[in-house]
T-cell receptor
Framework: DTAVSQTPKYLVTQMGNDKSIKCEQNLGHDTMYWYKQDSKKFLKIMFSYNNKELIINETVPNRFSPKSPDKAHLNLHINSLELGDSAVYFC???????????????FGPGTRLTVL | GEDVEQSLFLSVREGDSSVINCTYTDSSSTYLYWYKQEPGAGLQLLTYIFSNMDMKQDQRLTVLLNKKDKHLSLRIADTQTGDSAIYFCAESTGWGKLQFGAGTQVVVTP
């Protein structure tokens, strides 16, 4: 039933470690996104992929590397984790990459990352 | 700084109407959106308005758009406890890139 799912839901790790967050959507959508929500609830887009092709790549440290093995999956790998990476990371998907179809985005439940 | 601005907090009594306000900056935004985030969950699209409209009604929700002032509002009629959440205003800046406001925390009291 789950439309957009993410694993893990919680991730606690030490500074300097490398970690991955996985995202899958079963909606048949073509476009997927990663967002970061900070402690003040401010939500900012990081990346988007359309049919496995990178569309949006915001000013994000290159320690963050998205990978899309197919259009139903978009994973986020983070190298050399820093304290400032602590946040909730949301995956989302949409039917299209432009127009209304791009902006009706369906969000996953989020992954709360805590870097100690 | 943020391009989309919202007040951070709103307290409302159950049964009253809630009005959440938002100002945005990109006059070329084709669509403007309201998303709702319940505790511990992702965002959920509530409603949207096309930029050539000035009002849209969807059951208890009314969206008003003043394009001249770049002002968007969401009115929730007969507010219920289940409406307690954070509400995000967003403008589309193309290619699925949504610029969100900081969110308005709505607390509904009995």
């Amino acid at each position: 039933d789950t439309a957009v799912s993410q694993t893990p839901k919680y991730l606690v790790t030490q500074m300097g470690n490398d970690k991955s967050i996985k995202c899958e959507q079963n909606l048949g959508h073509d476009t997927m996104y990663w967002y970061k929500q900070d402690s003040k609830k401010f939500l900012k887009i990081m990346f988007s992929y359309n049919n496995k092709e990178l569309i949006i790549n915001e000013t994000v440290p290159n320690r963050f590397s998205p990978k899309s093995p197919d259009k139903a999956h978009l994973n986020l790998h983070i190298n050399s984790l820093e304290l400032g990476d602590s946040a909730v990371y949301f995956c989302a998907s949409s039917r299209a990459s432009q127009g209304l179809g791009a902006n009706e985005q369906f969000f996953g439940p989020g992954t709360r990352l805590t870097v100690l | 700084g943020e391009d989309v601005e919202q007040s951070l907090f709103l307290s409302v009594r159950e049964g009253d109407s809630s009005v959440i306000n938002c100002t945005y900056t990109d006059s070329s935004s084709t669509y403007l959106y309201w998303y709702k985030q319940e505790p511990g969950a992702g965002l959920q699209l509530l409603t949207y308005i096309f930029s050539n409209m000035d009002m849209k009604q969807d059951q208890r929700l009314t969206v008003l758009l003043n394009k001249k002032d770049k002002h968007l509002s969401l009115r929730i009629a007969d507010t219920q406890t289940g409406d307690s959440a954070i509400y995000f205003c967003a403008e589309s800046t193309g290619w699925g890139k949504l610029q969100f406001g900081a969110g308005t925390q709505v607390v509904v009291t009995p």
